[in-house]
C-alpha cells in the first residue's frame, strides 16, 4: 500500500499493500466513516466474470530493457511468499478487502472477502474497526485482513486494533504530520511522522509494542510491499528493509515516462512490478498513458505487462496498476484501475500475467463498495 502524507492527494496503491486504496482523501473519508462493530457476514458473492485470455505480448522495442539494478540479498523479510499457481492460467488464493459503507442505504460494513477456487467470492469477516471516528487518510488492513490500522484525524494517535474493532492499541503520533500505516506484515505497522524531507520512520508491533526508529530525514512518505520499504523518484525505485539499507534501481523506460508507483515487491526483493506514465499539461491523470512493468530488481530490465484493452495505448487515463502479488512460478496477479482518475471511483480487475507480460486470464473483484484492495 502506498504511503502519503494527508496534505495533499497522492496516487493509490497503495497497500499492502494497501494497501492501497484509491481515490481521493475526503472520498476515503466518506468510503470508511463508521458505526458500532459488526458480526461476521456469511453471505457470498456470486461468482465474478471471468475470461482466459491469449492476449498478444507487449509490441517489441520498449517491452524489456535493460537498466541499472541494485544488488539484492539474499535474506528476504520476514514474509511468506505468496502461493505458486498450479498451472499458468490457474489462480492463486486471493484476499480481498472491502472499504465500509457510511450513509449509503445498506450502510455494510468492511470486508474481507476469500476467493474460493470455483471462483466465487466468500466473505470471511466484517466489522466497523474504526467505530465512529474519523480518519486522516485511508484505513491499512494487515495482509492476512485480521487486523487493521489507521490514523484518528481529531485526537491524531495511530490505531492498531482486530479487524472488528476489538483488541486496540494506541500510539500517540504528538499531533505531527503522519505518513498513513502501512503493514510491515501481518504483526508489524510502519509509519511516519514530520515533514517530507524530514520524516521520520518508525515500525511497531500490532500489539503496540516493539516502537523502533527505522530512518530519520527521509525524504517522503514510502511505499510498503513484501515486506520491503520502496522510495519512488521520477526514473528511479530504492528498496530496502527494517534496516533500511536502500538500493536503487534505474529501470530503463521508454522516453516520456515517470514513475508513478510500486504496486508490489516479491518476498525476496528481486522482482517488482511498477506503474509508469506520460506527463500531461496541468499533471491531471486523465490524460495521461499508463504502462505497467515487471522489473529485474538485479539487472534493471523490464517487461511492460500487455493492456487490458488496445485503446489503453492512448493517453487516456486508463489502466494504472495500483496493487499486486508476486507468484513463485515467475508470474503475477496484478490490481488494475480501469476507470480514470476523473471518473471519481475506481473499477478494478484482477489480471493473471505471465512473466512475459502476457495476460493469461481476468477476474472481478468483489460486488459492492468500490472502494478495496488486493491483500497479501
Known amino acids: ?4 502524507p494527508f496534505t495533499h492527494t497522492t496516487r493509490p496503491a497503495s ?3 494497501s494497501g492501497a486504496l484509491a481515490g481521493t482523501a475526503a472520498l476515503l473519508l466518506l468510503a470508511f466513516g463508521a458505526a458500532a462493530c459488526g458480526t461476521a457476514d456469511p453471505k457470498a458473492a456470486p461468482a465474478p466474470a471471468e475470461s482466459a485470455t491469449a492476449t498478444a505480448a507487449p509490441s517489441a522495442g520498449d517491452t524489456s530493457a535493460a537498466g541499472t539494478g541494485g544488488s539484492v540479498p539474499d535474506a528476504a523479510p520476514a514474509v511468506a511468499p505468496a502461493r505458486p499457481a498450479v498451472g499458468s492460467t490457474q489462480w492463486p488464493q486471493l484476499t480481498w478487502y472491502t472499504a465500509e459503507e457510511h450513509g449509503q442505504k445498506q450502510n455494510d460494513p468492511a470486508r474481507i472477502w476469500r476467493r474460493t477456487p470455483a471462483g466465487t467470492w466468500q466473505v470471511e469477516r466484517s466489522g466497523r474497526p474504526q467505530n465512529g471516528k474519523a480518519l486522516n487518510g485511508p484505513l491499512a488492513v494487515s495482509p492476512d485482513g485480521r487486523r487493521a490500522a489507521w490514523v484518528e484525524g481529531s485526537a491524531r494517535r495511530l490505531v492498531i486494533s482486530a479487524f472488528d474493532g476489538t483488541k486496540r492499541h494506541v500510539i500517540p503520533t504528538q499531533g505531527q504530520q503522519t505518513c498513513a500505516p502501512s503493514w510491515l506484515d501481518s504483526g508489524r505497522v510502519l509509519y511516519g511522522l514530520g515533514r ?48 533500511v ?15 508513478g508507483g510500486v504496486a508490489a515487491i516479491s518476498g525476496n526483493g528481486r522482482t517488482l512490478v511498477i506503474s509508469a506514465h506520460t506527463t500531461s499539461p496541468g499533471g491531471c491523470g486523465c490524460s495521461e498513458r499508463f504502462r505497467n512493468y515487471r522489473l529485474d ?11 487490458l484493452d488496445p485503446a489503453w495505448k492512448q493517453a487516456t487515463g486508463h489502466g494504472e496498476a495500483v496493487d499486486g502479488v508476486v507468484l513463485a512460478d515467475g508470474g503475477l496477479v496484478v490490481q488494475i484501475n480501469a476507470a480514470t482518475p476523473a471518473d471519481g471511483a475506481p473499477a478494478y480487475r484482477l489480471v493473471r500475467y505471465a512473466a512475459s507480460g502476457r495476460v493469461l486470464a481476468t477476474a472481478s473483484v468483489p460486488a459492492g463498495q468500490p472502494w478495496g484492495g488486493l491483500l497479501g
Open 15 to 17: 497497500a499492502r499493500r
Open 297 to 307: 530488481a538485479v539487472s534493471g530490465a523490464v517487461t511492460e505487462l500487455a493492456p
Open 1 to 4: 500500500m502506498n504511503l502519503g
Open 245 to 259: 539499507v536502500r538500493r536503487a534501481i534505474s529501470p530503463r523506460l521508454p522516453a516520456g515516462l515517470v514513475i
Open 196 to 243: 517530507e524531507k524530514e520524516l521520520t520512520l518508525i515500525a511497531v508491533n500490532a500489539d503496540g509494542t516493539g516502537q523502533k526508529v527505522l530512518a530519520t530525514h527521509y525524504p517522503k512518505c514510502p511505499t510498503v510491499s513484501g515486506g520491503w520499504i520502496a522510495q519512488v523518484g521520477a526514473q528511479t525505485v530504492a528498496i530496502g528493509d527494517e534496516r
